[in-house]
């Protein structure tokens, strides 16, 4: 049964017993800052299971996209662990419990398939219970018919569902179907989880659970109120049950990838014949790995994740690396994300049909991440030559585990590659040392992350004040004024009655003008005011939907719980956001126009007089194509274009033609915001000005490259641009007026001081040249008999050039007298250091008096040359001196 029949089954069986069809939430897990992305079905469910929100309906069914970075080391190991990965739920909010959701699961696992089910064979099912949970065993046993030797009560770790600190918890019972003896032993979960493969859990949400431990050793404080049914059955692991397959990397929405890979790559996949994960041959892991990883990186930057150095933008990364470098390892060095990211498209669009009309844009940012690894691979692997060499030189057989972990701190090279290149090169690398590093450096990550974690987002403070005050009546779109209420004050997350002067505290109004920060716009500036009562405006958020949150510094008086107030938003500022905001889409529609539509926005940022756009694009911007982008969105300006906002649902806007960004997650009714018609369309929430001309001036104020296939440019507006025009006039004014020319003609003027200068170096390096060399005659008349040997030592003057202080030896080599042994050495010093020319003549040479050797003494061995001349430096500017005496000691010698 392919993948798609088994969500169709899923869903329809859930939506025919009174379960509402939830789409799934993207993976980015937006609403909840603790999580990087959505790991489980229930996540977009949280609020209503802690009664902090009411859902519409008490029955929902859903197939939720999930990443689990902590599987990623599984992966290809065990036959079960995917990042990417679907689980399909069942949700039940305060309605149906224990009996009917094992009822459910049962019925539809075993159900046969002409009748709608999955068609499971019950005998070959298993079910584990939390500890004490009778009642679970009584349903199992009893209503089910499962044999008591099929149930198994498992501890705490387990079989009890939490989040991991303070809040709902409960027992759970999963279900393992049995794959038979060549999957591994007999006994049971508790025994082989491979052979026993756990594809669904049933969690009984019914219990509170104090503080501890986050899996075990808690305690159970109490009972839910209402009790909830959150099921996790995981698509996959069902796919490669129904499927006949091995593991989920074989099923039909993946196993095209590996095929892809072994057919780029010319290797086999399949090379192990056991069933059993664990015996598993490297290469068959890679190629699981490849398949895995590369559907998880389509997912995610069809998700809007785009790959980065921190966050979920590391993830992604992280990924994509392991993948290229697995098709690397099985002997493939070509770019592979173009050959395999298609296939995993075509294999995923059937359920996620946005992959491919969006596939433009996600195979950029795909193939510019391969291409850049490619680099650093490249980059690195030059790094590590030189230290293999440099290890060599100095006798040693083992890389240092310190140039193993900087390979993989500054250039992203995996331990692996390093081990792998330097025993081609015949040598071994310190492991423990690496190990050592990186633990140390985990442990500081650690640190970091605990250091975080006591910052906790705990949202419940406002999700009480939404529950007891209802949304915040938000007027931001038509006035910069409103009579408000205090309705919440909080400090440190806790509501308080009030506020002093000089507390910097979060209030909430009933109603409010402020525009809270939001898709790329800065939150509104301005003041709280009552009768006794001044408060700054420092920020302003929507920590939870529809509750509007201002952070103030009270100036003056008290903030009291209760008051009446004014609230205004700076009427400067809001212009300033408009012009800036509206900016932003004319530089966008400006951008798409004059690049095309690739050139899509990926994040932006803007506040009053500034902006900035990040879009995908591969290369640098030349600088015609700068001055176009900022003529296209100067004129769309200076056109005055109308600016219109609409209502509309999501699926209309996409067919109005307006362009969703990620980051966001939409309402099913959107706003539309359009500058000049279909010239500029985006779902957007921002203020903007009501016709293009009030933007002003745009000037483009830079260009540069943020991550690969990334670019941002940033722009002034209104009057910010204005004054940056002005200051540019005023520095071409100074430049004029410094230089004395006229302001036309100060780029010529520069260009020939330029030349000038350049004109003069030249000619005072030939006069030097020559004011050496005319010396030649004195430095050689000067010369001192060493033994047998003439030898003129000579200091040149201070910064003479490298050809210089060569010629100048040849010349007073020339002037000694040819039929008898004579010798030139000249030293240099610039930079800071001091170097050594030696020239020998015939006769010299004729004694064995070898120029190089008399180099290779004063430099202990170090320079290049022949017996006629040689050279050599890189000492300290002082030793100079003693460069020369060394030469003339190795002659004595
Ligand atoms: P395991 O112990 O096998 O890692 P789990 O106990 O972590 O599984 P749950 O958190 O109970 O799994 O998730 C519910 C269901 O989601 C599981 O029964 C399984 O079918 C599926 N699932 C969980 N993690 C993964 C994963 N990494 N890849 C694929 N499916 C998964
Ligand atoms: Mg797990």
Same mark, same amino acid.
């Given at each position: 049964?392919?993948?798609?029949?088994?969500?169709?089954?899923?869903?329809?069986?859930?939506?025919?017993?009174?379960? !509402?069809?939830?789409?799934?939430?993207?993976?980015?897990?937006?609403?909840?800052?603790?999580?990087?992305?959505?790991?489980?079905?229930?996540?977009?469910?949280?609020?209503?299971?802690?009664?902090?929100?009411?859902?519409?309906?008490?029955?929902?069914?859903?197939?939720?996209?999930?990443?689990?970075?902590?599987?990623?080391?599984?992966?290809?190991?065990?036959?079960?662990?995917?990042?990417?990965?679907?689980?399909?739920?069942?949700?039940?909010?305060?309605?149906?419990?224990?009996?009917?959701?094992?009822?459910?699961?049962?019925?539809?696992?075993?159900?046969?398939?002409?009748?709608?089910?999955?068609?499971?064979?019950?005998?070959?099912?298993?079910?584990?219970?939390?500890?004490?949970?009778?009642?679970?065993?009584?349903?199992?046993?009893?209503?089910?018919?499962?044999?008591?030797?099929?149930?198994?009560?498992?501890?705490?770790?387990?079989?009890?569902?939490?989040?991991?600190?303070?809040?709902?918890?409960?027992?759970?019972?999963?279900?393992?179907?049995?794959?038979?003896?060549?999957? &591994?032993?007999?006994?049971?979960?508790?025994?082989?989880?491979?052979?026993?493969?756990?594809?669904?859990?049933?969690?009984?949400?019914?219990?509170?659970?104090?503080?501890?431990?986050?899996?075990?050793?808690?305690?159970?404080?109490?009972?839910?109120?209402?009790?909830?049914?959150?099921?996790?059955?995981?698509?996959?692991?069902?796919?490669?049950? +129904?499927?006949?397959?091995?593991?989920?990397?074989?099923?039909?929405?993946?196993?095209?990838?590996?095929?892809?890979?072994?057919?780029? !790559?010319?290797?086999?996949?399949?090379?192990?014949?056991?069933?059993?994960?664990?015996?598993?041959?490297?290469?068959?892991?890679?190629?699981?790995?490849?398949?895995?990883?590369?559907?998880?990186?389509?997912?995610?930057?069809?998700?809007?994740?785009?790959?980065?150095?921190?966050?979920? &933008?590391? $993830?992604?990364?992280?990924?994509?690396?392991?993948?290229?470098?697995?098709?690397?390892?099985?002997?493939?060095?070509?770019?592979?994300?173009?050959?395999?990211?298609?296939?995993?498209?075509?294999?995923?669009?059937?359920?996620?049909?946005?992959?491919?009309?969006?596939?433009?844009?996600?195979?950029?940012?795909?193939?510019?991440?391969?291409?850049?690894?490619?680099?650093?691979?490249?980059?690195? !692997?030059?790094?590590?030559?030189?230290?293999?060499?440099?290890?060599?030189?100095?006798?040693?057989?083992?890389?240092?585990?310190?140039?193993?972990?900087?390979?993989?701190? %500054?250039? &992203?090279?995996?331990?692996?590659?390093?081990?792998?290149?330097?025993?081609?090169?015949?040598?071994?690398?310190?492991?423990?040392?690496?190990?050592?590093?990186?633990?140390?450096?985990?442990?500081?990550?650690?640190?970091?992350?605990?250091?975080?974690? %006591?910052?906790?987002?705990?949202?419940?403070?406002?999700?009480?004040?939404?529950?007891?005050?209802?949304?915040?009546?938000?007027?931001?779109?038509?006035?910069?004024?409103?009579?408000?209420?205090?309705?919440?004050?909080?400090?440190?997350?806790?509501?308080?009655?009030?506020?002093?002067?000089?507390?910097?505290?979060?209030?909430?109004?009933?109603?409010?003008?402020?525009?809270?920060?939001?898709?790329?716009?800065?939150?509104?500036?301005?003041?709280?005011?009552?009768?006794?009562?001044?408060?700054?405006?420092?920020?302003?958020?929507?920590? $939870?939907?529809?509750?509007?949150?201002?952070?103030?510094?009270?100036?003056?008086?008290?903030?009291?719980?209760?008051?009446?107030?004014?609230?205004?938003?700076?009427?400067?500022?809001?212009?300033?956001?408009?012009?800036?905001?509206?900016?932003?889409?004319?530089?966008?529609?400006?951008?798409?126009?004059?690049?095309?539509?690739?050139?899509?926005?990926?994040?932006?940022?803007?506040?009053?007089?500034?902006?900035?756009?990040?879009?995908?694009?591969?290369?640098?911007?030349?600088?015609?194509?700068?001055?176009?982008?900022?003529? $296209?969105?100067?004129?769309?300006?200076?056109?005055?274009?109308?600016?219109?906002?609409?209502?509309?649902?999501?699926?209309?806007?996409?067919?109005?033609?307006?362009?969703?960004?990620?980051?966001?997650?939409?309402?099913?009714?959107?706003? $539309?915001?359009?500058?000049?018609?279909?010239?500029?369309?985006?779902?957007?929430?921002?203020?903007?000005?009501?016709?293009?001309?009030?933007?002003?001036?745009?000037?483009?104020?830079?260009?540069?490259?943020?991550?690969?296939?990334?670019?941002?440019?940033?722009?002034?507006?209104?009057?910010?641009?204005?004054?940056?025009?002005?200051?540019?006039?005023?520095?071409?004014?100074?430049?004029?007026?410094?230089?004395?020319?006229?302001?036309?003609?100060?780029?010529?003027?520069?260009?020939?001081? +330029?030349?000038?200068?350049?004109?003069?170096?030249?000619?005072?390096?030939?006069?030097?040249?020559?004011?050496?060399?005319?010396?030649?005659?004195?430095?050689?008349?000067?010369?001192?008999?060493?033994?047998?040997?003439?030898?003129?030592?000579?200091?040149?003057?201070?910064?003479?050039?490298?050809?210089?202080?060569?010629?100048?030896?040849?010349?007073?080599?020339?002037?000694?007298?040819?039929?008898?042994?004579?010798?030139?050495?000249?030293?240099?010093?610039?930079?800071?250091?001091?170097?050594?020319?030696?020239?020998?003549?015939?006769?010299?040479?004729?004694?064995?008096?070898?120029?190089?050797?008399?180099?290779?003494?004063?430099?202990?061995?170090?320079?290049?040359?022949?017996?006629?001349?040689?050279?050599?430096?890189?000492?300290?500017?002082?030793?100079?001196?003693?460069?020369?005496?060394?030469?003339?000691?190795?002659?004595?010698?």
């Amino acid at each position: 049964m392919e993948t798609a029949e088994i969500q169709r089954r899923f869903l329809k069986f859930f939506e025919s017993n009174g379960h !509402t069809v939830v789409p799934s939430a993207p993976l980015p897990a937006f609403e909840d800052p603790n999580l990087l992305f959505v790991p489980a079905g229930m996540v977009p469910f949280v609020p209503y299971f802690l009664g902090q929100a009411t859902p519409e309906w008490n029955r929902a069914t859903s197939v939720q996209k999930c990443i689990r970075t902590p599987d990623i080391d599984e992966v290809g190991k065990t036959s079960r662990h995917g990042t990417f990965f679907q689980m399909n739920g069942n949700f039940s909010f305060g309605d149906y419990f224990k009996e009917q959701a094992i009822r459910f699961a049962w019925d539809l696992t075993t159900g046969s398939v002409e009748s709608g089910g999955l068609g499971l064979d019950g005998d070959r099912i298993w079910a584990t219970v939390y500890l004490d949970d009778d009642e679970a065993i009584d349903i199992w046993h009893k209503q089910v018919g499962l044999p008591l030797d099929r149930i198994v009560r498992r501890g705490q770790a387990d079989n009890m569902w939490s989040m991991g600190i303070p809040g709902p918890c409960g027992p759970c019972s999963e279900l393992y179907y049995d794959r038979g003896p060549d999957y &591994g032993p007999e006994g049971g979960p508790e025994v082989d989880e491979d052979r026993y493969l756990e594809f669904w859990n049933l969690v009984f949400m019914q219990n509170i659970r104090g503080d501890g431990p986050a899996k075990e050793g808690y305690k159970v404080t109490g009972d839910l109120p209402k009790k909830n049914i959150d099921t996790g059955m995981g698509m996959e692991r069902m796919a490669a049950l +129904l499927q006949g397959v091995d593991n989920m990397y074989e099923t039909d929405q993946v196993r095209p990838i590996i095929d892809k890979a072994s057919e780029l !790559t010319g290797k086999r996949y399949g090379v192990s014949t056991s069933h059993t994960a664990s015996e598993s041959h490297p290469d068959d892991i890679r190629f699981r790995v490849i398949g895995d990883h590369v559907r998880s990186s389509l997912m995610l930057i069809g998700d809007g994740v785009v790959p980065s150095n921190e966050g979920r &933008g590391y $993830v992604l990364r992280r990924l994509m690396r392991r993948a290229i470098r697995a098709v690397r390892l099985l002997g493939y060095d070509k770019p592979a994300m173009p050959e395999l990211l298609p296939v995993a498209m075509e294999r995923m669009s059937t359920a996620y049909p946005e992959l491919r009309t969006d596939f433009e844009r996600i195979s950029s940012y795909a193939y510019g991440e391969e291409e850049a690894f490619l680099k650093t691979l490249k980059h690195g !692997t030059t790094i590590l030559d030189t230290a293999v060499t440099e290890t060599k030189a100095e006798g040693g057989k083992t890389l240092s585990g310190t140039k193993a972990f900087e390979l993989h701190d %500054t250039y &992203g090279f995996p331990i692996d590659l390093t081990l792998e290149m330097a025993e081609e090169q015949g040598l071994s690398v310190d492991q423990e040392g690496f190990r050592t590093l990186m633990t140390e450096q985990r442990q500081r990550a650690k640190a970091d992350a605990a250091a975080r974690k %006591t910052g906790h987002a705990d949202l419940s403070a406002y999700w009480q004040l939404l529950q007891e005050q209802g949304p915040t009546d938000w007027k931001a779109y038509e006035t910069l004024e409103t009579e408000s209420r205090v309705i919440g004050v909080l400090k440190d997350g806790r509501s308080v009655p009030l506020a002093k002067a000089g507390d910097i505290v979060e209030v909430v109004l009933d109603r409010t003008p402020f525009y809270a920060e939001s898709g790329g716009q800065h939150a509104d500036a301005g003041k709280i005011v009552g009768p006794s009562l001044f408060a700054e405006v420092l920020d302003v958020q929507r920590p $939870v939907k529809k509750l509007v949150v201002h952070k103030v510094r009270v100036l003056e008086g008290e903030l009291v719980l209760d008051d009446k107030v004014e609230a205004t938003v700076d009427p400067e500022w809001r212009l300033g956001a408009r012009q800036a905001h509206s900016g932003t889409h004319v530089v966008h529609a400006a951008l798409r126009e004059v690049l095309g539509p690739t050139a899509l926005q990926s994040g932006s940022f803007n506040r009053p007089g500034y902006l900035r756009l990040d879009f995908s694009w591969r290369a640098k911007l030349s600088d015609e194509t700068r001055s176009e982008i900022e003529e $296209v969105s100067n004129r769309a300006i200076r056109d005055d274009l109308p600016v219109a906002v609409q209502y509309m649902t999501l699926p209309e806007a996409k067919d109005f033609g307006a362009v969703a960004l990620f980051g966001e997650t939409y309402d099913e009714t959107v706003r $539309v915001v359009e500058i000049g018609g279909p010239w500029s369309r985006e779902l957007c929430g921002g203020t903007h000005v009501s016709h293009s001309a009030q933007i002003g001036p745009l000037v483009l104020t830079g260009e540069s490259s943020v991550g690969s296939g990334q670019r941002r440019v940033e722009a002034a507006t209104g009057m910010e641009a204005y004054k940056y025009l002005a200051r540019e006039r005023d520095l071409v004014t100074q430049i004029a007026e410094e230089i004395g020319a006229q302001r036309g003609d100060v780029l010529e003027r520069v260009r020939a001081i +330029l030349q000038r200068t350049k004109d003069a170096e030249r000619e005072l390096a030939n006069l030097q040249a020559k004011a050496v060399s005319g010396r030649a005659a004195e430095f050689a008349a000067n010369a001192k008999q060493v033994g047998a040997v003439k030898v003129a030592a000579v200091q040149a003057p201070e910064g003479t050039k490298g050809g210089d202080v060569r010629n100048l030896a040849m010349q007073i080599r020339g002037h000694l007298p040819e039929d008898q042994p004579g010798v030139a050495a000249v030293v240099a010093t610039a930079g800071g250091k001091a170097s050594i020319v030696v020239a020998a003549n015939k006769a010299a040479q004729a004694q064995h008096v070898s120029a190089q050797a008399l180099v290779k003494a004063a430099l202990s061995g170090k320079g290049g040359g022949n017996d006629e001349v040689a050279q050599g430096g890189g000492v300290p500017a002082d030793q100079a001196a003693q460069l020369l005496a060394a030469v003339t000691g190795a002659i004595t010698a």
